[in-house]
Each structure stands twice: as C-alpha cells, then as structure tokens.
C-alpha cells in the first residue's frame, strides 16, 4: 500500500538551442532534483505537476509531451514510521527561463544532459533524465 504519492515533471527549454537544457533544483535537504511534489486531494497526476511546477519555480506555461510518464516506488523514513512513496514524474516544455524559487529550494540550474546527469544527486533522478533525453530524441523536434 503506498502511503505518499507525487508528481511532478522533467522541465526543459529548448528555445535558440541544439540541445534542450533541464530545469533542476537544489533543495533545502542538499539533493538536487525535479519539481515535484504531493498530489492533493481532487488533483490528478499532470494537474499536480502542473501546480508543483507553478510553485516551485513560478513556471507557469508548460507544455506536456504526451506519452511520456515514469513512475518510481521508494522507502524512506519519517521519525520511526517507513513510508511507501510512489513519485509519477511527465516532461514538460517551457519557453520560460526565468524562475522564481519557492521556500522549499536554495538554488536552481538550467544544465544540459550531461551536467545534469552530473548535479543530479539520486540515480532514479538521473535513470529519468535518461528517460526523457530519449524520449525527446526519439520525437520529431520540428515542432518543438
């Protein structure tokens, strides 16, 4: 039984750019990461990590590349209680460079794949990016 359950999105920019860059964030916690977040009651996934992605980054125009949707199960601990979290990650383009950060975070980065991979800090985060690198390679960027 999950306990906890997440969305959020893969934001990348591509405007001017061979390559797309990824939106990442640094934590209060230390970790690098994705905006994501806890769906609320009412919310669906994607409505979620639109919202997720509005408050952490004030990010407001994002457009979800369809079929695109990976989920990770993981455990970790609150106090002495173990908690089952389900985190559904999409992808999302933005044509928006600015980023206003939310309290949750102490930096943010725009880095293309290969300095992603390298600021990320967990190996699901970075199996992801992977994910969505292809993902994006695999469609047809003209009308991106």
Known sequence: MVDERSAGAVVFY???????????????AGHWDFAKGNIEAGENE???????????TGITDVEFLG??????DYK??????????EVVLFLARTH???????????????????DAMEHLTYSNAKNQ????????????LAYI
């Not at 992977?130 to 695999?138: G, L, M, Q």
Request: aromatic letters at 10%; a positive charge; charged letters at 35%.
């Open 14 to 28: 591509l405007e001017g750019k061979t390559e797309p860059e990824y939106l990442l964030l640094h934590y209060t």
């Open 46 to 56: 994607m409505q979620a990590a639109t919202r997720e992605i509005r408050e952490e």
């Open 67 to 72: 079929g695109f949707r990976m989920k990770i």
């Open 76 to 85: 970790y601990r609150h106090d002495r209680r173990l908690v089952l979290k």
């Open 96 to 114: 928006t460079r600015q980023v206003t950060l939310s309290h949750e975070h102490i930096g943010f980065a725009w880095r293309n794949f290969d």
């Open 129 to 140: 990016l992977s994910a969505a690198k292809d993902y994006i390679h695999k469609r047809t």
